[in-house]
């Protein structure tokens, strides 16, 4: 019994580690779930997964499987959503916020770079700015532009040896 506990333990910690463990298991009440070795409360793509089967395969109503799976009626949505798209990856956790510069883009920043190849010494934040908003309409702080920068250049001198 203790390496059963040890394993539901390994597992947890493997589903948190993935941002992939259910926030609130103890609401899940589907009777799939209750005293299962397979079914696993904690693991919520597993939970998503069987919320979309009931509602689909069972005809359960969206409103009480959502309940059931400890989950809310938009949850489902955008559930079904992602699944219908992208199948089972469209189940997995995805890191929130921007995925990228959105404003500081790799033609912003070799626009910058060119300028700093063209003066004599390294430009301060606010005249890189400045040149930002003159040449690309883009506003971006100072620190924001020189934290970008510095590193893109640094890539870019690697580039040319």
Request: hydrophobic fraction near 35%.
């Amino acid at each position: 019994m203790a390496s059963g506990s040890r394993q539901r333990t390994r597992r947890q910690q493997a589903l948190q580690a993935q941002g992939a463990d259910h926030p609130h298991p103890q609401a899940v009440t589907d009777p799939l779930f209750r005293d299962s070795a397979f079914f696993d409360p904690n693991d919520l793509v597993q939970v998503k997964y069987e919320m979309l089967r009931s509602v689909e395969k069972d005809g359960r109503a969206v409103v009480e499987a959502a309940e059931a799976f400890g989950l809310s009626r938009p949850v489902y949505y955008v559930t079904r959503e992602l699944f219908n798209r992208e199948g089972l990856p469209g189940l997995l956790p995805r890191k929130r916020g921007p995925k990228g510069a959105h404003k500081l883009t790799d033609e912003a920043l070799a626009i910058l770079a060119q300028a700093v190849r063209e003066s004599e010494q390294m430009p301060s934040g606010e005249s890189l700015a400045a040149l930002l908003v003159e040449r690309c309409g883009i506003r971006a702080h100072p620190r924001s532009i020189l934290r970008r920068l510095l590193p893109y250049l640094k890539q870019q001198e690697k580039k040319l040896r």
